[in-house]
């Protein structure tokens, strides 16, 4: 008589369903650099103040950096409206769109759903953008939502009623 040999079940691990703290974290990372850099392209091309130029010129003759030449470049750069601006309708547009994740989410197979799972609305989109800021207020309290939340959800999320998915 011939016995049948059974083996195991294969295990297949599956991934979250909801975007992990660390992914989260690197997709700002890949954003925030990508902004940095483009809006430093653009802002140094169509400049017409030389103050920038000026200001690293300095820099490279002196071989490094001086306290007044950073806050210089810092204002030059981000203490203006144009790279709030920009921060606002790439976050808004690109989270809202048809592929419903930023640059950094889509690299790293994230989206943004309301809770059905359907794409968000530019309402909501706005709304999370915004409501970031309560996130930030207590010292960060609201991004560390997520390690305690069911489906990884930070304060911003819970205002503007979204999630953020692995797909």
Known sequence: MQTALTLPAPTIKRSSLY????????????????????YTII???????????????????HNGFSIPDLI???KILFFNPYFAAVHWLYYTLLESSPKQAT????????KVTDLRGKRITIWQSNLRYFSKVLSI???????????????HQMLHDYFARTVVVAD
């Not at 989410?105 to 994230?110: H, V």
């Not at 207020?137 to 489906?151: A, K, S």
């Open 19 to 38: 975007g992990s703290l660390t992914t989260r974290f690197v997709a700002f990372l890949v954003d925030t650099t990508m902004l940095v850099f483009f």
């Open 43 to 61: 802002f140094y091309s169509i400049g017409t103040n030389a103050d920038h130029i000026h200001s690293w010129d300095k820099t490279f003759q």
């Open 72 to 74: 210089l470049i810092g």
């Open 103 to 110: 640059i950094g989410k889509f690299t790293l197979g994230l």
């Open 137 to 151: 207020m207590p010292v960060c309290l609201g991004f560390l939502l997520i390690l305690v939340t069911r489906r």
